[in-house]
């Protein structure tokens, strides 16, 4: 069984910077993708960003587009976001998503392995 845990957030002032991390614990050979997604309170869940595991290949919404970077070490089976420039409204609960099958990257119902999720909250 596959477990995703991530690390990295907390309180960051406007412009600051912080990088999330999600390490996989268990089998991953099968993924072909991780991503990142944030809900804000009274919000729907929204893509970030996504990384293809065994091949080159990145993906970010326009929001996040130039100031964040997403990026992994196969060797420790972790996936990072570098957040950079943050700003009040990227404030939100970000979550880790592994996935196994195909479809658009952009879409919450491509992934099928979760985390538990982690504040980031960016002070005006």
């Known amino acids: 069984q596959v477990q995703l845990v991530e690390s990295g957030g907390g309180l960051v002032q406007a412009g600051g910077s912080l990088r999330l991390s999600c390490a996989a614990s268990?089998?991953?050979?099968?993924?072909?993708?991780m991503g990142w997604f944030r809900q804000a309170p009274g919000k729907e869940r929204e893509f970030v960003a996504a990384?293809?595991?065994?091949?080159?290949?990145?993906y970010y919404a326009n929001s996040v587009q130039g100031r964040f970077t997403i990026f992994r070490d196969g060797a420790k089976n972790t996936v990072y976001l570098q957040m950079n420039s943050l700003k009040p409204e990227d404030t939100a609960v970000y979550y880790c998503?592994?996935?196994?099958?195909?479809?658009?990257?952009?879409?919450?119902?491509?992934?099928?392995?979760w985390g538990q999720g982690i504040q980031v909250t960016v002070s005006s």
């Open positions: 998503a592994g996935r196994r099958t195909s479809g658009n990257y952009f879409l919450r119902s491509s992934y099928d392995v």
């Open positions: 268990g089998s991953i050979f099968n993924f072909n993708a």
């Open positions: 990384v293809r595991w065994s091949a080159e290949g990145t």
